[in-house]
Antibody
Framework: QITLKESGPTLVKPTQTLTLTCTFSGFSLTSTGMGVGWIRQPPGKALEWLALIYWDNDESYSPSLKSRLSITKDTSKNQAVLTMTNLDPIDTATYYC????????????WGQGTMVTVSS | DIQLTQSPSFLSASVGDRVTITCRTS??????LAWYQQKPGNAPNLLIYAASTLQSGVPSRFSGTGSGSEFTLTISSLQPEDFATYYC?????????FGQGTRLEIK
């Protein structure tokens, strides 16, 4: 059974850096085809894909946020970490991590999400 | 970027109704399309992938069709637990994009 859980700060000041950790079980990011993505959702708005990392270290980013994002994995801890720099109040959202089933596959299992508020 | 446009954005229906939501993409994506259901306060839940494959555990009243640039999600007989927001998503090319959502409410 695959599970994922996001962790990180709930409140961040503008211009600060946000680091979110996705801790997962039921699969390994050393196994062929496995991927973990990050998606966010501002209050009352639609889903927005942010970043993705695969078992073979292939990384992809939303072009509009690429300069501010970094995604890494720690296979020994079963974690994927998203870093976002220079936070702004418009980055206030619920941030989800999700398991991706192969490069052409969907996000089939999602974490519960973590709400991040950017405010001074 | 591939744009996804869902219609309608809002839908009011009754228990037992058959409803269809459409997702149109700005360019062809073969069948690299997924549908998600999201209830308030919860993470999205995968319903359909590869345009028409039902995710394990999802009731058979949900079905998906389409290829290229036009796709549909149909709920054959609405149940009370189906009132939620539905999103389509393309995984054909980066950046991965989602539709704006269709909010399905009880009439």
């Amino acid at each position: 059974q695959i599970t994922l859980k996001e962790s990180g700060p709930t409140l961040v000041k503008p211009t600060q850096t946000l680091t979110l950790t996705c801790t997962f079980s039921g699969f390994s990011l050393t196994s062929t085809g496995m991927g973990v993505g990050w998606i966010r959702q501002p209050p009352g708005k639609a889903l927005e894909w942010l970043a993705l990392i695969y078992w073979d270290n292939d990384e992809s980013y939303s072009p509009s946020l690429k300069s501010r994002l970094s995604i890494t994995k720690d296979t020994s801890k079963n974690q994927a970490v998203l870093t976002m720099t220079n936070l702004d109040p418009i980055d206030t959202a619920t941030y989800y991590c999700a398991h991706k089933r192969g490069r052409g596959g969907p996000f089939d299992i999602w974490g519960q999400g973590t709400m991040v508020t950017v405010s001074s | 970027d591939i744009q996804l446009t869902q219609s309608p954005s809002f839908l009011s229906a009754s228990v037992g109704d058959r409803v269809t939501i459409t997702c149109r993409t700005s360019q062809g994506i073969s069948t690299y399309l997924a549908w998600y259901q999201q209830k308030p306060g919860n993470a999205p839940n995968l319903l359909i992938y590869a345009a028409s494959t039902l995710q394990s555990g999802v009731p058979s009243r949900f079905s998906g069709t389409g290829s290229g640039s036009e796709f549909t999600l149909t709920i054959s007989s609405l149940q009370p637990e189906d009132f939620a927001t539905y999103y389509c998503q393309q995984v054909d090319s980066y950046p991965i994009t989602f539709g704006q959502g269709t909010r399905l409410e009880i009439k």
